[in-house]
């Protein structure tokens, strides 16, 4: 039965003694009024680690309500601050889009961190109702976000199907395009057919 949700930050660094790593929980059910934290992602940007995951505010099923979660240490994961929400709501401000799958990647030449996300997964198979991907951005390490900017426009006709995430993106440091940031996730054709889903790679 699962307890307890939690992130373990044990990747920033490795212990100097040979000894293994202290696991340090980050997200834990209750915490803030939140019944349960999924889907966990861990980015490092000037020094500061951050921690994203879904917050579902009421229960752990996958239609509960949710917001988009982040903590940032800055002490390489010992301690972690307090859970603030970056993104509280979907479309329209309304509960029933709910927020999914955060997918953060870094920008290691200025430190800016871009998070990919999705709003409203149950109706990516809908031919009459969208779900939509979006990105927001922080030039600080987490202290402070952008406001949300849909992937639309560069999926085109892709747009309502593609699901960021989970996990984390890559940056691309070597070859003719160093530097260009992908997000990895999946995409339903519509109208779907069965057994059928296809991994994409947004650039």
């Known amino acids: 039965m699962l307890v307890v949700a939690l992130l373990l930050a044990t990747a920033a660094s ?5 000894r293994l790593p ?3 929980p980050v997200f834990i059910p209750g915490e803030g009024g939140i019944s349960c934290w999924r889907i966990p992602a861990v980015v490092q940007s000037q020094q500061v680690l951050l921690a994203f995951a879904e917050a579902r505010i009421s229960s752990c099923t996958d ?3 949710k917001m988009m979660g982040m903590k940032r240490s800055t002490d390489r994961g010992a301690t972690w601050s ?3 929400f970056i993104v509280k709501k979907g479309l329209n401000g309304t509960w029933n889009n709910s927020v999914w799958n955060p997918e953060p ?3 290691e030449a200025t430190g800016t961190v871009v998070l990919a996300y999705l709003i409203n997964r149950y109706n990516c198979l809908s031919p009459t109702m969208h779900c939509a991907a979006f990105t927001i951005t922080s030039h ?3 202290l402070s976000w952008g406001s949300p900017q849909p992937l639309t426009p ?10 960021p995430g989970p996990g984390r993106g890559l940056q691309l440091d070597v070859g003719p395009h160093a530097g260009r940031l992908l997000w990895s996730g999946s ?3 519509i109208p779907k057919r069965p057994d059928e889903r296809t991994v994409d790679i947004i650039w």
């Open 105 to 107: 990647v870094v920008d």
């Open 63 to 65: 239609n509960t309500e």
């Open 140 to 142: 600080d390490a987490g």
């Open 22 to 24: 202290q696991l340090v």
């Open 154 to 163: 560069a999926l085109g006709s892709f747009s309502n199907g593609v699901r």
């Open 14 to 18: 490795s212990s100097p003694t040979g």
């Open 187 to 189: 995409y339903d054709q």
């Open 82 to 84: 307090t859970a603030r």
